[in-house]
Every structure is written in structure tokens, then in C-alpha cells.
């Protein structure tokens, strides 16, 4: 049964080159629709500026959407009001991309995690502080350092406080946006690994956005290539990745690299001018679909 199903998703951007220039319209998300079941990982990929990250911000409507529909169990959360919004963020939680720019430095990494459950009034602080305890150890922390600000952290450790702050109020839904792309290689792996490990202890719904094919292949079961704002191809990862049918999803996997070839094969390059952004997804194999 799918959990959230998104529709038709746009957004679109105003650009003035100057204050009394006409407005250039960018648009950003095109069209983009998809549904997740409850309890899968899903993959969205793409390059840089393919709409990735704006389409998951119009999903938690961190910014708002200009058209389209996202249902979360039956309910529309486009056009929702602010105070139902606030109640359903408790089931819908974001780990961002760079932990130097999302943690408050002001603040201890005990209250960072802890700040979610104190806005949505969630038990005595007793009850929070052993929340906050149960979370450090969760994610691989020494629970006594919570009284230490994020700047006495690794880069890895910081990560780890942006997914234990994610999970405070036990969402059902959790995007996590880039999550170790600012991570030097070393550590990860390990945060990978913890996502994976979490995911499966809690039973929540992932929606992993990456450009890094490897780690999308390696933990998703199902995947939507981005190219332009619009999804050009949609399927299972193993055979998306396995057999692409648009030409941007095999120049990406072509870019893929292999440790266990000698040589690398060549690289496909595609055609940005062949591009047609009014194509069609059709179904080139059984769950399989493709703008081709």
C-alpha cells in the first residue's frame, strides 16, 4: 500500500535579471509524480540542479509547491493549514544534506535533539532527556555528550545528531536529503549503514535523494531519475540500473564507477539538444517505465 503518492508536482521560480526587468520564469519541477510504499526506500537521482532537493523541500512544503498534489495516507498536504501542517510534521522529518549549516550552533546537541519534542509538547523533561539519551545511543553517540555544541564534533558525528534529531518524534516518513555527500569517504559508509540499520529497526519510509548511483543502487528498491525537473525513468533500482532505457539514465550509469574493472568502459555522453521534456513515461518492461 503506498504511503504517500505525489501527482503532477511543479514548481516553478521567478528570476528578475533586475528590479525592473520582466520576471523569468525557471521551472524547476516538472510534473513529477511517483508513490512509495510503506515501509520501502526510495531512490531519487540526478545530477546537479536536476530538481532533486526542490521537489522533497515542495514535499514537507518548505517552500510551497505552484502545482500538483502529494498524498500522505489519503490526506492532501498541499493547501494544508498551518495548524494541521505542524501537527503532521511529526510524521514527516528531513535529514539535511550539510550537518555544519543545519545544527544551530548556538545550541548543545542535546537541545537540538530535543527541541522537536519540546514544540510538539511531548513528555515531561524527564521524559525528553531520556528521549535524548536513548537517541544518542541510537545513532552511535556517548550520550554524555549532549551538553557539547556541534562544533566539538566530527563531520560524521554531526550527521548523526541531524538523524537522531530527525527521528526524535519516531516519524513514519523520512527524506534524507544528500545525507553523507559533505561526509568525507571514511565515515560514509558508516552513516549508510546506520540509515539502513535504522530504516529496518524502525519501519519507516525512506526517500533517498542522491546524484551517487552506487549508494542508491546498493539500499533502494525502487528509483526516479531526474533530468531537467522531470522523471525520465522509473523502476526497480536493480534493473533501472541494470538495463536503463532513456539515454540520461545510461549516461549516468555509464559514469557509474566499477572497482572490479581493470579498465573503465567508455563513457556515454548524452545529447542534451535530444532532450524532449514532453515525452511521455511508457512502460518498457513489466514496472519499468521511461520517457521514450
Known sequence: MSLIEVTGLVKIFERRLAPWSRPHLIRAVDRVSFAIDEGETFGLVGESGSGKTTAVRCLLRLIEPTAGSFMFRGEQVFGLPASRMRTLRRDMQMIFQDPDSSLNPRMTAGAIVEEGLVIHGVGSPADRRARVRELFEMVGLDAGAAGRCPHEFSGGQRQR?????????????????????????????????LLMELQERLGSTLLLVAHDLRLVRHICARVAVLYRGRVVETGRADEVFRVPAHPYTRALVSAMPD???????PRIRFDTAAFDPGAALREVAPGHWAAV
Open 259 to 265: 572497482p572490479g574493472l581493470a579498465t573503465a568502459p
Open 161 to 193: 545528531i541531524g538523524i537522531a534529531r530527525a527521528l526524535a518524534l519516531r516519524p513514519t516518513f523520512l527524506v534524507a536529503d544528500e545525507p553523507v555527500s559533505a561526509l568525507d569517504v571514511s565515515v560514509q559508509a558508516q552513516i549508510v549503514n
